[in-house]
């Protein structure tokens, strides 16, 4: 069965500070990898996916994500974090194709001044 | 502007009561998917459809009901059968690649 692991349910980073945010997948095939964020009562966007091809992707708001295979993880990177990054952000992995998602139970980031 | 709607954002029903939450979108998907969301649970899926007509179980597909009579249309109803039905209802649609759009959400009271 696939699964998505976040072991931090929360973590507080000063603003202007690197972030890493974890993420580890248990899938049988070929994994299709995701970040998505959350504000508080929104709906989900997509910060980065990740198929095939070069391992580290780019995204939006500068955001990257490492895949490493051999690891299973796929963890969010960003070089400087701002007070606007507060928000609760979700990996989650299916199948390319017409696929369900399983997603982690989320991270919640905290930016303090 | 392409994308999701759900309506309403807010809800609230008296216990015992079914009611139905709209998601409609005009990105011409034809995969949908309704999740719920509850605090520290992650989102967890409740049914798909992946074309008009037809639809499949998720994994807490208990208590619901779907319809999938129109491509941009996919009403979830919350039956009574449903134990614990208060929490934060997700809309999403795909591409054929597989990436979620998702709604901005219906938070659902059971009074």
């Known amino acids: 069965a696939q699964s998505v692991t976040q072991p931090d349910i929360h973590i507080t980073v000063s603003e202007g500070a690197s972030l890493e945010l974890r993420c580890n997948y248990s899938y049988g095939a070929t994994p299709y990898l995701f970040w998505y964020v959350q504000s508080p009562g929104q709906g989900l966007q997509l910060l980065l996916k990740y198929f095939s091809g070069d391992t580290l992707v780019q995204g939006i708001k500068g955001f990257e994500a490492e895949f490493k295979r051999s690891q299973s993880s796929f963890n969010l990177r960003k070089p400087s974090v701002h007070w606007s990054d507060a928000a609760e952000y979700f990996c989650?992995?299916?199948?390319?194709?017409?696929?369900?998602?399983?997603f982690g139970k989320g991270t919640m980031l905290l930016v303090s001044p | 502007d392409g994308g999701i709607t759900q309506s309403p954002k807010y809800l609230f029903r008296k216990e015992g009561q079914n009611v139905t939450l709209s998601c409609e979108q005009n990105?011409?998907?034809?995969?949908m998917y309704w999740y719920r969301q509850d605090p520290g649970q992650g989102l967890r899926l409740i049914y798909y459809?992946?074309?008009?007509?037809?639809?499949q179980k998720g994994d807490i597909a208990e208590g619901y009901s779907v319809s999938r009579e129109k491509k941009e249309s996919f009403p979830l109803t919350v039956t009574s059968a449903q134990k614990n039905p208060t929490a934060f209802y997700l809309c999403?649609?795909?591409?054929?690649?597989?990436?979620?759009?998702f709604g901005p959400g219906t938070r659902l009271t059971v009074l």
């Open positions: 990105l011409n998907h034809d995969a």
């Open positions: 999403a649609s795909s591409t054929s690649g597989g990436e979620q759009f």
């Open positions: 989650a992995v299916g199948a390319y194709g017409y696929s369900t998602l399983t």
């Open positions: 459809s992946q074309i008009v007509n037809d639809f």
